[in-house]
T-cell receptor, first 115, second 112 residues
Framework: DAGVIQSPRHEVTEMGQEVTLRCKPI?????LFWYRQTMMRGLELLIY????????DSGMPEDRFSAKMPNASFSTLKIQPSEPRDSAVYFCASSYAGRNTGELFFGEGSRLTVL | GDSVTQMEGPVTLSEEAFLTINCTYTATGYPSLFWYVQYPGEGLQLLLKATKADDKGSNKGFEATYRKETTSFHLEKGSVQVSDSAVYFCALIKAAGNKLTFGGGTRVLVKP
């Protein structure tokens, strides 16, 4: 059974460029989470969706960040324009809300470097 | 609001040593408690969990007991291996909630 799939695994870009990170959750899961991990701030929840609907985006740092979930099997996190302080590892995770509550399945992450 | 506090790392140990990572929490009601582990270059994965007071979660030789009286969920392992080198995260979720609250993580380095 495939786990959470994220792409790209690594992205290096220049300041001002648009970055799009992609996530395919585990089939059958109805909750999806985007996290950001840095040495300074640790693990931060950016946004999460239930049944493709954004529930809590209070962790999205600013308007440069946006996330979408057009269907149950795909989500994107977009940064436009990117800045060096956005450099981090971005994780997507999915779960089935209501079953084994709290058990999240994480992807391997997308490491973003903004020069 | 809810919060989880973990001991800061890094924790450096020799192989076969005893490991304890302290975790305390602040939350109303009766949260479920978790330990996640992140191996180098990977995402987090669930290590163990406990859903009510006095429950003990265990997996891969690790144990943690849900202590409501001390609001703690300390992680222990009796004899660590080099392969246990990782970052360990304590977390909680409220009943009927869907959002985990993570601690800051504790890096553990086990030397041969």
């Amino acid at each position: 059974d495939a786990g959470v799939i994220q792409s790209p695994r690594h992205e290096v870009t220049e300041m001002g460029q648009e970055v799009t990170l992609r996530c395919k959750p585990i089939s059958g899961h109805n909750s999806l989470f985007w996290y950001r991990q840095t040495m300074m701030r640790g693990l931060e929840l950016l946004i999460y969706f239930n049944n493709n609907v954004p529930i809590d985006d209070s962790g999205m740092p600013e308007d440069r960040f946006s996330a979408k979930m057009p269907n149950a099997s795909f989500s994107t996190l977009k940064i436009q324009p990117s800045e060096p302080r956005d450099s981090a590892v971005y994780f997507c995770a999915s779960s089935y809300a209501g079953r084994n509550t709290g058990e999240l399945f994480f992807g391997e992450g997308s490491r973003l470097t903004v020069l | 609001g809810d919060s989880v506090t973990q001991m800061e790392g890094p924790v450096t140990l020799s192989e076969e040593a005893f490991l304890t990572i302290n975790c305390t929490y602040t939350a109303t009601g009766y949260p479920s408690l978790f330990w996640y582990v992140q191996y180098p270059g990977e995402g987090l994965q669930l290590l163990l969990k406990a859903t009510k007071a006095d429950d003990k979660g265990s997996n891969k030789g690790f144990e943690a007991t849900y202590r409501k009286e001390t609001t703690s969920f300390h992680l222990e392992k009796g004899s660590v291996q080099v392969s246990d080198s990782a970052v360990y995260f304590c977390a909680l979720i409220k009943a009927a909630g869907n959002k985990l609250t993570f601690g800051g993580g504790t890096r553990v380095l086990v030397k041969p």
